[in-house]
């Protein structure tokens, strides 16, 4: 494991697993850890990718107090670690909010990003607006932050349940509630800057290959989101995965792993 310090004696928790492969960046979802992309990061290095798996501000095992936790400041944290640590430009993989994040890591990244994969990812947009018609609503946000606060545990209980719509161990459920209760009091406020965050330009000014993998029935974020989000992308493709709720990666593995190593062959 490694730190990576952000100055003012803050610092995040960071893998970084060597490999001759394509460097592949792995960025959990809101209030989660680096640990739920533990199967995928197996079978990435079995197929010799160097890998770098990140904890956002406040999760895992990174430090809580920071007083920045919007998605630019994520995004920035993620760049910076890729400049420290990979050692050829490397593809960006978001999962849920990690989706903005990379998407915003990538742009920083220029020519140090190979690529940017959004898994059930949060971008363009979170919320609605006129022109798209599509994802949650800044109300719902809001109203997300008030159930938090009122009832953490079971606030995150009821999330963990709802994440896979396929049928997984009870064990998995657990796994995931455990390291959503484990988050900092601070994650919330990178929850609600999804409610104006818009990356539709940010996509379609991309000089690199965008796969955006989408679960049909997703119940955490409007699949459409997914699929526009390929559109936007200069090079975009999107898979969508039948029946799978917010985490193709845990639901269809193997599946979900295919369609990476097409996304990453062909780089």
Same mark, same amino acid.
């Given at each position: 494991m490694a730190r990576f310090d952000c100055g003012?004696?803050?610092?995040?928790?960071?893998?970084?697993?060597p490999g001759a492969g394509t460097p592949v960046v792995l960025i959990h979802g809101?209030?989660?850890?680096?640990?739920?992309w533990a199967g995928t990061?197996?079978?990435?290095?079995?197929?010799?990718h160097e890998v770098i798996a990140v904890d956002l501000r406040g999760c895992g095992q990174s430090d809580r107090d920071f007083a920045d936790f919007s998605i630019s400041a994520l995004g920035a944290d993620v760049a910076a670690i890729v400049r420290a640590a990979a050692t050829r430009p490397a593809v960006l993989n978001g999962w849920s909010l990690g989706g903005a994040v @990379?998407?915003?890591a990538a742009r920083l990244l220029g020519d140090r990003a190979a690529g940017l994969v959004l898994t059930c990812g949060a971008s363009p947009r979170f919320t609605q607006t006129e022109d798209f018609p599509w994802g949650g609503t800044a109300e719902g946000l809001a109203a997300s932050a008030a159930a938090l606060a009122a009832d953490r545990a079971g606030f995150f209980r009821a999330l963990a349940g709802m994440v896979c719509v396929r049928e997984v161990s009870p064990a998995t459920v657990d796994w995931m509630w455990d390291a959503f209760i484990n988050s900092g009091p601070g994650v919330i406020r990178s929850l609600l800057d999804l409610a104006e965050l818009d990356?539709?330009?940010?996509?379609?000014?991309? @000089?690199?290959?965008?796969l955006s993998l989408v679960g049909s029935a997703d119940a955490v974020l409007d699949p459409q989101v997914g699929i526009e989000a390929a559109?936007?992308?200069?090079d975009g493709t999107a898979v969508v995965f039948e029946g799978?709720?917010?985490?193709?990666?845990?639901?269809d593995a193997p599946a979900y792993q295919a369609a990476l190593r097409d996304f990453l062959a062909q780089l």
């Open positions: 003012e004696g803050r610092t995040l928790y960071y893998e970084h697993h809101w209030a989660m850890s680096s640990r739920i990061i197996e079978a990435l290095l079995a197929d010799g @990379a998407a915003e990356q539709r330009a940010l996509l379609g000014a991309l @000089a690199v290959p965008v559109k936007y992308a200069r799978c709720g917010h985490a193709p990666f845990l639901e």
